[in-house]
C-alpha cells in the first residue's frame, strides 16, 4: 500500500505534509513565547498604571491566576532548570507545551536560542503526526466508522490504561513521600 493511501494524504507527498506541519506548529510555538514576552513587557509597564485600561488589569489578573496553576509552575520549573532542552523536548509531550513556550517567554530565555531549540523538536513533532499521527487519527476514524461499539471499547482500554499508570505514579509518590513525624 502506498503511504499516501494508507495515512489519506491523497495527492499530496509526505514531505509537504511535514513542512506545513512544521510551519504550524513553529507558528504556534513562537506565538506562543511572544505572547509570554509580551505579558511579561506588559506587566512591567502597565500593571501598576491606574489609568490603564480595565480590560488590562483584568487581563493582568487572568495571566497572574494562570502562572499559578501546576501546569505553568511545572512549565517554569522546568525551562528554568533545563533552559533550551526544554523547549526542544516540549514538542514530545502533551499538556505541557503550551506552559513551556510560555515560560520561556516569561523568563525571557533569547529569541535565537528558543528558536535554535524549538528546530529539532517541531521536525520530529511533525514527522510524527504527518506519520504515525494521521494513522492513528485515520484509523480511530475507520474504526468507528466500522464499529462504533468497537471504538468506545478501545477507548475506554486506552482510558483505563492511562488511568492504572497515573494510579500508579500518584501511589507510588505517596509512599515515597517524607511524612513528618510530630
Known amino acids: 500500500m502506498n503511504v499516501r493511501d494508507a495515512y489519506h494524504l491523497g495527492g499530496v507527498p509526505v514531505g509537504i505534509a511535514i513542512l ?21 513587557r506588559g506587566a512591567q509597564g502597565a500593571h501598576h498604571i491606574e489609568s490603564s485600561p480595565g480590560w488590562w488589569h483584568a487581563t493582568m489578573e487572568k495571566l497572574k491566576g494562570w502562572t499559578s496553576t501546576e501546569a505553568a509552575q511545572k512549565g517554569l520549573g522546568l525551562v528554568r532548570r533545563w533552559g533550551a532542552p526544554a523547549v526542544s523536548l516540549a514538542y514530545l509531550t502533551v499538556g505541557l507545551q503550551t506552559a513551556i513556550f510560555a515560560s520561556a517567554g516569561l523568563v525571557k530565555m533569547p529569541y535565537l536560542r528558543f528558536t535554535i531549540a524549538s528546530i529539532p523538536g517541531a521536525v520530529v513533532w511533525a514527522v510524527v503526526w504527518a506519520t504515525v499521527g494521521f494513522g492513528a487519527v485515520w484509523g480511530a476514524i475507520n474504526l468507528f466508522s466500522a464499529s462504533p461499539w468497537a471504538f468506545v471499547a478501545a477507548v475506554v482500554v486506552v482510558a483505563a490504561a492511562i488511568g492504572g499508570v497515573v494510579w500508579f505514579r ?13
Open 20 to 40: 506545513g506541519l512544521f510551519v504550524i506548529v513553529m507558528a504556534r510555538s513562537h506565538g506562543t513565547y511572544w505572547a509570554g514576552r509580551g505579558v511579561v
Open 170 to 182: 500518584l501511589s507510588r509518590r505517596a509512599r515515597h513521600a517524607v511524612v513528618p513525624q510530630q
